[in-house]
């Protein structure tokens, strides 16, 4: 995790972007930041419990997870945001097994709140993909 953590604050500090607190570069940094120092507190006080390997339907649910996550991050500039981000909270609460009726319009609700918060009120540009006209 600590290795993991040191390369994603290398990615952070090499964005194009200033350390404004509503820029691209500042949150990643933060979050890297948090990252490093949680992996080095779990380097020194470990977990009391024994962790095991993942029987394998939460391997199934980690693996499909996982893939959606890459998929997202492959298609997310130029389908857009509030399509693959839907799909992928879909996903995952179809995954985790959450009632089927409430899958649609949570991920629906939940996403175009996103959008609106940081897009237009924060002014953070996601991308619209082919909802172009939004």
Known sequence: MLILSLVYCVSALSLDADFNPVNEKFY??????LMILLSVGLMIWPSAQA????????????AIT???????SLVLQKVGFIISAGLLMAICMWVFEADL???????????VSFYVVFDRMLGLNLPAGILGFL
């Open 51 to 62: 962790t095991t390997w993942p029987n394998w339907k939460n391997f199934q649910r980690i």
């Open 28 to 33: 990643p940094f933060v979050l890297s930041v």
């Open 66 to 72: 996982f893939i959606a996550i890459l998929l997202y």
């Open 101 to 111: 009726k409430w899958i649609a319009p949570t991920s629906l609700i939940i996403v």
